[in-house]
């Protein structure tokens, strides 16, 4: 009879003790941790820390093994599984490999601590212990507010069926946006209601401007007194309109006259707001138009919906937003087979799917030519 050998297997045992780096800036008051994990008795961080504490535009390119990393807008490419980094035309070695570690990019501390001190040194010093660096100056897009239209008292446009509602689709497609948004881009997505609850229009830019946020998408749905009327449309900003646009920004906007006060409440909108906001919104015209175009086509190639185009239209909601800023109308309410739709999970996964792929094209953009 064969024996069985027996097969001893040893198991690394990979000891992670989670420790942090204190990064100063030169002149601020402000400080940054860089969290460190020792792997194999080595000190390691997450690629992604010097996104928090430099700024810095990362990505990673898996196939090829390089990381590029954009700090101070210079470029260094981390070969991964090796110790060399690449500055300019230079490379350089560091004494332990980057390494893909559960899932996660880990570099060596002495990245930060050696090397970018080494060849950053106007920017990036390290002594005592702690890293002291110039404050950075970021204009990349980290942080995305996605605004469920409607809410609460407020229920958006009524379903043929008069059973659904627009505040609860809106909803269900910004939860999911949300979640696929912070799944698969290293950013900060922030909802303007997480909950059936009445939001007023100011309050949802106010919201985002004091959030800081680099990105509005304001999702909804629409209505016609025709229920044959059927597609979607994409809206930015600007007070020059069709009026097709007019009806759908008519309709947006009497949240305000319903819900916010009547007529008192929409001549607040309509009086020192406007000016300030159009202000606001249109330094951001170009990026805002360019998003809204690439939203609608993804949206129409994906759902095969009716092309309504890309509309400007001059909503309450996107004034005085500080960002690029786009209204998306997923379909129709009121047309009984685009409700059907707009209620499956199935139809607002794809939906989603297609806002975020162009969230993210938009953002590679737009970190790039900052
Ligand atoms: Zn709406």
């Known amino acids: ?95 332990h490999p980057a390494l893909q570690y559960k899932s996660k990019i880990m570099l060596p501390l002495e990245f930060i601590t050696t090397l970018l001190p080494a060849v950053l040194p106007e920017h990036i010093r390290y002594h005592g212990g702690t890293v002291v660096a110039d404050f950075p100056v970021d204009n990349s897009i980290r942080r995305i507010v996605i605004d469920p239209g409607h809410g609460g008292k407020d229920p958006g446009a009524i379903g043929y069926s008069k059973r659904h509602f627009e505040k609860d689709v809106a909803l269900q497609v910004a939860k999911k946006v949300k979640a696929l948004l912070e799944k698969e881009l290293d950013v900060e997505v922030l909802l303007t209601r997480s909950k059936d609850k009445f939001v007023s229009l100011q309050s949802r830019t106010e ?121 998306i109308e997923l379909g129709f309410m009121t047309n009984p087979d685009e409700e059907k739709k707009l209620i499956s999970s199935a139809h607002q996964n794809k939906l989603a799917r297609s806002i975020v792929s162009e969230i993210e094209n938009f953002k590679a953009k737009f970190d790039q030519m900052q």
């Open 207 to 327: 919201f985002a401007n004091k959030k800081d946020a680099d990105l509005f998408i304001s999702i909804h749905c629409n209505a016609h007194r025709n229920s044959k009327v059927r597609g979607i449309e994409v809206f930015y900003l600007s007070t020059a309109k069709t009026d097709e646009a007019r009806a759908v920004e008519a309709l947006e906007n009497s949240v305000v006259y319903e819900y916010e006060g009547g007529s008192a409440a929409v001549q607040k909108y309509d009086d020192v707001a406007l000016i300030l906001a159009d202000m606001a919104q249109n330094e951001h015209l170009e990026e805002s138009y360019q998003m809204a175009t690439k939203i609608q086509s993804h949206l129409v190639q994906a759902t095969s919906a009716r092309n309504r185009g890309v509309k400007q239209a001059n909503f309450y909601v996107l004034r005085g937003a500080y960002m690029p800023a786009v209204l």
């Open 1 to 95: 009879m064969k024996k069985f050998g027996i097969v001893i297997s040893l198991l690394f045992c990979i000891v992670t003790l989670s420790a942090s780096l204190r990064v100063e800036y030169n002149s601020q008051r402000t400080s940054e941790a860089i969290v460190t994990t020792t792997i194999l008795g080595v000190d390691y961080f997450n690629v992604y820390e010097l996104n928090k504490a430099f700024s810095a535009i990362i990505h990673v390119d898996v196939l090829d093994g390089r990381v590029n990393i954009n700090l101070y807008n210079q470029q260094l490419i981390v070969l991964l599984e090796s110790s060399y980094v690449k500055y300019h035309d230079k490379v350089y070695n560091i004494s």
